[in-house]
């Protein structure tokens, strides 16, 4: 049986067609488009008529691929820009239209369980891992074991557009600039009540792309990215490198997609603080050992496979 999930989240919508083979989940499609659905929606708290129109523009394509790969169940989502924005019903209404059924809007913390069991596929980790989906609006933190599942979630409302639009003014991004997203990520960590493992695993784009760019992966290849280990020290570099380059320059990087370069400093900041913050969590309670970064090309579309390849969805 093949089936099709959608993620559709504030800055980009993510398509996977997929099949099991014996115990492995195998893609048969992978697709991800920058639409920006979040745009304006942390100052608005609406869906821009444009943003709603470049995404019902690409889920109308990937109808049209999940028709002719044959897949049997299809699955939709939508993430924090759909949770925080006004529109969402006549949004939803039409994607149902297109896709044949309806995006579904979730918790934060059922995307985290999503992001969770998606990003492990493939990685052959065990024990104690903390799952970080650096999104658009929001990030999603997740704590537990790899054979037991999620233990803890939280949903912060920190993602690379929702602090680009609330802080970037000048480019490239200020230091003051740069010191404020810092400590809005900071703050959110702090209050957030997770105790951090050792094993941190990064999902989504923001994640993909800082390991490309810090691995000099160009073009862009899934197999050399999932899976990918990277110190602090690396992402931290690659991020500040990010930061002191113009818009212009982020997006002629082969590594960066030019969509994603206005976003990427913001959203690179987060994945940096987490690590700092993990790190000084586990300092904290005298435990020896550095974290260690994993970057998974896995994340909520493989989730929603997973379940709907085990019937676990209507």
Not at 134 to 139: A, C, K, L, P
Not at 211 to 223: C, F, N, Q
Not at 279 to 287: A, C, E, S, T, Y
Request: net charge negative; with cysteine; hydrophobic share 45%.
């Amino acid at each position: 049986m093949r089936v099709a999930a959608i993620d559709i989240g504030t800055n980009s919508v993510l398509l996977l067609v997929a099949e099991r083979r014996g115990d492995a989940i195998v893609p048969i499609v992978e697709r991800a488009t920058i639409t920006r659905l979040g745009q304006g929606v942390d100052k608005a708290r609406a869906l821009a008529p444009e943003a709603i129109r470049r995404t019902l523009d690409c889920l109308a394509r990937y109808a049209d691929e999940i028709r002719a790969c044959g897949a049997e169940r299809v699955a939709a989502c939508g993430t924090s820009a759909m949770r925080d924005a006004a529109g969402g019903e006549s949004f939803r209404a039409e994607a149902k239209s297109l896709l044949g059924v309806e995006p579904r809007v979730i918790s934060g913390r059922e995307e985290a369980e999503l992001t969770f069991d998606g990003a492990m596929t493939g990685l052959g980790l065990t024990g104690a891992v903390t799952v970080v989906d650096v999104g658009g609006g929001s990030t999603e933190i997740v704590t537990g074991d790899v054979t037991a599942g999620p233990d803890r979630a939280v949903s912060l409302d920190v993602g690379s557009v929702r602090l680009t639009e609330r802080h970037v003014r000048t480019d490239p991004p200020s230091s003051n600039e740069v010191v404020a997203i810092r400590k809005d990520v900071r703050d959110a960590l702090d209050g957030s009540g997770i105790v951090p493992t050792p094993t941190i695993v990064g999902v989504a784009g923001t994640v993909t792309t800082l390991a490309a760019y810090a691995l000099s992966v160009v073009p862009y290849d899934s197999d050399r990215v999932h899976g990918a280990r990277l110190s602090g020290d690396t992402v931290d570099a690659a991020v500040l490198r990010l930061a002191a380059m113009p818009l212009s320059a982020r997006r002629s990087l082969g590594s960066v997609q030019p969509e994603r370069a206005d976003v990427i400093v913001a959203g690179g900041l987060i994945v940096s603080e987490v690590l700092i913050w993990a790190r000084d969590r586990l300092r904290q309670r005298n435990d020896a050992t550095d974290v260690e970064f994993v970057a998974s090309d896995r994340g909520v579309r493989w989730g929603l496979a997973k379940r709907l390849l085990d019937g676990a969805m209507p």
